[in-house]
């Protein structure tokens, strides 16, 4: 268990994160409608590596959320985490092997709507509390949510 001191911020490059609520549920929460986010990070210039070109592929990329009480509390704190630079990184990729491109960084995103293709799809019980514990790891709780909505 590690202790952080202050506000964590991450080297997430400059890029834009959108949501909407479309009218459709997800499996495994049939009571609700669907939260659908959308990053965009075009590629750049690593700041922490200065000079140095990154790349971003596969944007923008669409995740979902139920929209739920605790779907809408997993959105605000994604949100916090998203001003923090904390969603994304640029490293390795785990999957191409490709070096200085985007990466997602340690938040774990559903990206499938209705398949489970990737492994990345519903339904999944655990899934809102693995995010909200994942946050916590990087320092953002629940308090972060209300103190900025
Ligand atoms: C989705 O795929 C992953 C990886 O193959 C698997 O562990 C998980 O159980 C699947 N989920 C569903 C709902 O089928």
């Not at 140095?52 to 997993?74: E, I, M, Q």
């Not at 960084?105 to 519903?122: A, D, I, M, P």
Request: with cysteine.
């Amino acid at each position: 268990c590690k202790t952080i001191y202050g506000v964590k911020t991450g080297n997430q490059p400059a890029g834009k994160m959108e949501y909407h609520v479309i009218p459709h549920s997800l499996p495994g929460h049939p009571d609700c409608k669907t939260i659908r986010i959308i990053y965009n990070i075009p590629p750049g210039i690593q700041h922490p590596n200065p000079g140095k070109p990154f790349t971003a592929r596969g944007f923008p990329r669409h995740c979902y959320l139920p929209d739920s009480d605790k779907g809408r509390k997993v959105l605000r704190l994604l949100l916090v985490a998203w001003d923090r630079r904390l969603i994304f990184s640029v490293g390795t990729s785990s999957t191409t092997g490709e070096s200085d491109t985007v990466i997602w960084n340690e938040v774990h995103h559903k990206t499938e709507f209705g398949s489970n293709l990737t492994g990345h799809g519903f339904p999944d019980p655990g899934h809102l509390d693995n995010v909200l514990e994942e946050l916590r790891a990087q320092g953002i709780t629940e308090d972060d949510g209300l103190m900025e909505k």
